[in-house]
Antibody, heavy 115, light 108 residues
Framework: QVQLQESGPGLVKPSETLSLTCTVS????????WTWIRQSPGKGLEWIGY???????NYNPSLKSRVIMSVDMSKNQFSLNLSSVTAADTALYYC?????????WGQGTMVTVSS | DIVLTQSPGTLSLSPGETATLSCRSS???????LAWYQQKPGQAPRLLIY???SRATGIPDRFSGGGSGTDFTLTISRLEPEDFAVYYC?????????FGQGTKVEIK
């Protein structure tokens, strides 16, 4: 049974870069799509984008200029970098499997943007 | 972007009753590329339904999805105590993928 676990700093300063990692256990990260989603009270569930192990990505246009996703097959991890963060990026961040329906979700990690 | 509008915002029902949740899309969701998720407090969303009507692995048959085009429904028959939660629809026909704002099913 594949499981996902997000990790990263819970507090990021404004204008800095938010960096999160999702570790895949119980299965291989190869040949599958991996998605990041965030959830905040003000905006509900927001799709950030997905990455494939070939480096193929698809980002939400609303965040595209600030987002980079990548896959590290040696560590069975994929990552999210979101630059120039503001308070509006404060949210619970989830990683999930799939590019269409999202089959398996991590438990989520809360990120607060504050000085 | 495709906007998904869920109704009602809150549904107050008793265990054993049937819940009918609606998800309306601003554009046609071709090939029924629509999913439903359940989220309980403090937990991540869980996939219930995909392809508008196919149950995900391990989902009880009291959960059923239907609809096509721009109008979709999630029906929960014989509500169990563990079914009281928030439900979201999501389209994956277009990018960006989008979610509805959620329907809360609460105990009456």
């Amino acid at each position: 049974q594949v499981q996902l676990q997000e990790s990263g700093p819970g507090l990021v300063k404004p204008s800095e870069t938010l960096s999160l990692t999702c570790t895949v256990s119980g299965g291989s990260i190869r040949s599958y799509y991996w998605t990041w989603i965030r959830q905040s009270p003000g905006k509900g569930l927001e799709w950030i984008g997905y990455v494939y192990n070939s480096g193929t990505t698809n980002y939400n246009p609303s965040l595209k200029s600030r987002v980079i996703m990548s896959v590290d097959m040696s560590k069975n991890q994929f990552s999210l970098n979101l630059s120039s963060v503001t308070a509006a990026d404060t949210a619970l961040y989830y990683c999930a499997s799939g590019a269409t329906k999202l089959d398996i979700w991590g438990q989520g990690t809360m990120v607060t943007v504050s000085s | 972007d495709i906007v998904l509008t869920q109704s009602p915002g809150t549904l107050s029902l008793s265990p054993g009753e049937t819940a009918t949740l609606s998800c309306r899309s601003s554009q046609s969701v071709s090939s029924n590329y629509l999913a439903w998720y359940q989220q309980k407090p403090g937990q991540a969303p869980r996939l219930l339904i995909y392809g508008a009507s196919s149950r995900a692995t391990g989902i009880p048959d009291r959960f059923s999805g239907g609809g096509s085009g721009t109008d979709f429904t999630l029906t929960i028959s014989r509500l169990e105590p563990e079914d009281f939660a928030v439900y979201y629809c999501q389209q994956y026909v277009n990018s960006p993928r989008t979610f509805g704002q959620g329907t809360k099913v609460e105990i009456k």
